[in-house]
């Protein structure tokens, strides 16, 4: 029989996971980590608590929020694979990055022909309310 390790103290499973005491006591208000708590007073958690933080810090990484993760630890603690859920939510996190990504491109086509424009009338007359180079463009 494989003797259980040892409960890890909140300053423990920090040192252990990279993050700070307060993004993990955070964490177990939401729920997301699970403790015991010492006579003492002092948060134990066990040693696959710093799976659940490697794992709540790689979701957030691709763009899941805290509420998202919780609901698919929820679905694990449940006995279900959540992996379906997780699937269909990663398909939205893309769609809504490639939303963002095509944005940014504008943007920056947009700051591009402004700029441009700006090097190119180096002194412009400016009789605008703010500056002649962030007016809107002519249609």
């Not at 005491?21 to 002092?42: A, I, P």
């Not at 691709?62 to 998202?68: H, N, P, Q, R, S």
Request: proline share 6%.
């Amino acid at each position: 029989m494989t003797p259980q390790p040892a409960p890890l103290s909140i300053g423990q499973l920090a040192t252990e996971t990279g993050e700070r005491v307060k993004t993990l006591r955070y964490w177990t208000d939401l729920g997301l980590l699970q403790h015991e708590r010492k006579e003492s007073g002092y948060r134990m958690y066990t040693a696959d608590s710093t799976e659940r933080v490697q794992f709540i810090r790689s979701a957030q990484h691709v763009g899941f929020t805290l509420g998202e993760i919780a609901r698919i630890l929820s679905l694990r603690a449940e006995g279900q694979k959540p992996c379906t859920d997780v699937r269909d939510e990663l398909q939205v996190h893309l769609r809504a990055v490639r939303q963002q990504l095509a944005q940014l491109q504008a943007l920056e086509a947009e700051l591009a022909q402004r700029l441009a424009y700006a090097q190119a009338h180096p002194d412009p007359e400016c009789d605008t309310a703010g500056c002649v180079y962030l007016n809107p463009p002519s249609p």
